[in-house]
Structures are given as C-alpha cells and as structure tokens.
C-alpha cells in the first residue's frame, strides 16, 4: 500500500482441490488462504479464488507488474507489455524482468523489495518492454509451440 498499487491475487485455476482436501483445514494451505483473505479486505487487494469466473489474461491486462513464482504467466503477462518476477526454477527465467533466487521467506521478499524499486525505472523504459515483450512472445511461441495453442486467451495476445 505504500507504493499505491493496486494488487491482484489470482490463486491458480487448478488448485482448487487443495481449498476443498479435508486434510489442509488447519493445515498450512488453510493457514495461508486464511492470511490471502485478511489482505483483500484492504481496498487496493483483491483475491481471485479458483473458482471465480475471471480470466487470467484479462487480470493480466489490467496489470504493470507481475509476480508468478512457479509459473510461465508471468511470461505470458510479459508478453503484454508487464513486467514480470518469477522463481529462478520457472520455465523461462531468463527472460523475466526479475528472478528470486531464494527458497526462504526473508530472501525472497528482499528479491521482491528490490526488483520493485527497479520497477519504476524499468516501466518508463520503452524500448526495454518492448524488447522483454518480443523476447517472451517469441519464448512462449516458438519454445512452447503446442502449450500456446492450449491457452484460452494467449491467442489474442
């Protein structure tokens, strides 16, 4: 909220069995849905469940900044003009704006601080997003060839 953003939190479309396994009630998924639902009761949060009928992509065109840790929409966002953190294991770190590195909570939101200090600089930058654009489309295209066919969305990109 310091910074003014507006956050969006989209749980994966998938996981929605881990909210629904009697074993994860008190358990650390239960826990951490639990933190998500005490955030997006601030006005600049809002918390997108599994079942929720928004499309990913749609998030994503509303958005500047993207954080997928393990993930390659943070490269599809990319792919639209965002920049995008992801987790060093993510297919196609390397073409991410940032990487975390770190497993550990404390590392991880240091790469976080960091690479959203760098932002500012970085969405002014023209040619550098239209360089990380080109460069994850190309990723996403040619690297993913049959995944991308399979996205709802990434064909209107």
């Not at 955030?39 to 918390?47: E, G, T």
């Amino acid at each position: 909220e310091k910074r003014g953003y507006t956050v969006y939190i989209r749980l994966h479309p998938r996981s929605d069995g881990q909210l629904k396994h009697s074993k994860v009630i008190n358990g650390s998924y239960y826990q951490f849905m639990q933190k998500l639902e005490k955030l997006a009761k601030s006005s600049r949060v809002h918390l997108f469940k599994p079942a929720d009928k928004i499309s990913s992509y749609d998030l994503m065109r509303r958005c500047s900044l993207v954080i997928s840790l393990f993930s390659i929409a943070a490269l599809e966002a990319q792919s639209l003009g965002c920049l995008s953190l992801v987790h060093a294991r993510c297919r196609g770190n390397h073409l991410a704006s940032g990487r975390i590195t770190s497993l550990s909570k404390e590392g991880t939101l240091q790469a976080l601080n960091v690479w959203l200090n760098n932002t500012e600089t970085l969405l002014k930058n023209k040619v550098y997003i239209d360089k990380a654009r080109k460069a994850a489309r190309h990723f996403l295209g040619s690297d993913l060839n049959d995944l991308t066919y399979h996205l709802p969305g990434f064909k209107n990109f």
